[in-house]
């Protein structure tokens, strides 16, 4: 494990929650960083992405207008800030760098990136 997630919990629908990932042991201003997740029963799902910059981001349907990933590369960390939440956006959420936006964005790959832990994001009332 090489990327560290937090700022998971329990949300009302509607609520809102920022999703932290840092790396202690690499500098991720090389690297394009993206957000996962899995729900009970499912694949691991491509959430966002963004380059090493973070001026070009990218999101699934789904959540588009309501998560906004960003990085601060002086802190070493990416954030995926999540707004509106839904039940649906119930899951394990992951983070994941690697030197390729391609691969961040469709085709992650432990032999050339690094994940993070996870942390539990639940949304129920």
């Known amino acids: 494990v090489q990327l560290v997630e937090s700022g998971g919990g329990l949300m009302q629908p509607g609520g809102s929650l920022r999703l932290s990932c840092t790396a202690p042991w690499f500098d991720i201003s090389s690297y394009a960083m993206g957000w996962y997740r899995q729900a009970p029963g499912q694949g691991r799902e491509w959430v966002s992405s963004?380059?090493?910059?973070?001026?070009?981001?990218d999101y699934t349907d789904s959540v588009k207008g309501r998560f906004t990933i960003s990085r601060d590369n002086a802190k070493n960390t990416a954030y995926l800030l999540m707004n509106s939440l839904k039940p649906e956006d119930t899951a394990i959420y992951y983070c994941?760098?690697?030197?390729?936006?391609?691969?961040?964005?469709?085709?992650?790959?432990?032999?050339?990136?690094?994940w993070g832990q996870g942390t539990q994001v639940t949304v129920s009332s």
């Open positions: 963004c380059d090493s910059t973070g001026e070009t981001t």
């Open positions: 994941y760098a690697d030197l390729s936006l391609d691969r961040v964005r469709s085709r992650p790959n432990a032999a050339t990136g690094y």
